[in-house]
């Protein structure tokens, strides 16, 4: 049981970094002067 909850732990973090991820990668590009 312990092993399921950390793995729905992971698949949640690893969630919040994808939108992270996002969140920059728009960031950079907004910001990018080479455009």
Do not use: G
Request: proline share 3%.
């Amino acid at each position: 049981m312990q092993a399921e909850t950390k793995k729905a732990r992971y698949k949640n973090l690893a969630f919040f970094v994808s939108i992270l991820e996002l969140q920059l990668l728009n960031l950079i590009y907004h910001f990018d002067p080479a455009r």
